[in-house]
Nanobody, 122 residues
Framework: VQLQASGGGLVQTGGSLRLSCAAS????????MAWFRQAPGKNRIFVAH????????VYADSVKGRFTISRDNAKNTVYLQMNNLQPEDTAVYYC????????????????WGQGTQVTVSS
C-alpha cells in the first residue's frame, strides 16, 4: 500500500482545511486508516482513525467535535475535514494504514504517507 497525502496549507485561526490521502492497491477497503500529526519538536500523536467500512471512527480528545475522518473506498481515499482550526493544530499531518490494534498507537501502522504541513496563524 502506498499513501499520498495532500491538502495542507496555511489558514487563519477558526478556518478549515480538508486533507486527503490517496492509497494504491486493492486492499484499501479491508484496512484501517488513521491520521497522526507531529508538531515541531514533539512526538507524533494520534488524531483519528476509521474502520475499514467507515462505520466506526475514533478521535483524540483535542480534535473531537472539530475534525471529521471519512473514507471513500471506491476512490481508495481517506479524508480529514478540519474545522475551527487553532494554532495548536499546526503540525505535519500523516495518514497511515494498518490492520492490528491498538489503532491509536503509531506502531500499529505499517504504511505511512509522506506528510502534509498544516499551519494555523493566530
Amino acid at each position: 500500500v502506498q499513501l499520498q497525502a495532500s491538502g495542507g496549507g496555511l489558514v487563519q485561526t477558526g478556518g478549515s482545511l480538508r486533507l486527503s490521502c490517496a492509497a494504491s492497491g486493492r486492499t484499501f477497503s479491508t484496512i484501517i486508516m488513521a491520521w497522526f500529526r507531529q508538531a515541531p519538536g514533539k512526538n507524533r500523536i494520534f488524531v483519528a482513525h476509521i474502520s475499514s467500512s467507515g462505520g466506526s471512527t475514533v478521535y483524540a480528545d483535542s480534535v473531537k467535535g472539530r475534525f471529521t475522518i471519512s473514507r471513500d473506498n471506491a476512490k481508495n481515499t481517506v479524508y480529514l475535514q478540519m474545522n475551527n482550526l487553532q494554532p495548536e493544530d499546526t503540525a505535519v499531518y500523516y495518514c497511515a494504514a494498518g490492520r492490528r490494534p491498538p489503532y491509536y498507537n503509531d506502531r500499529s501502522y505499517d504504511y505511512w504517507g509522506q506528510g502534509t504541513q498544516v499551519t494555523v496563524s493566530s
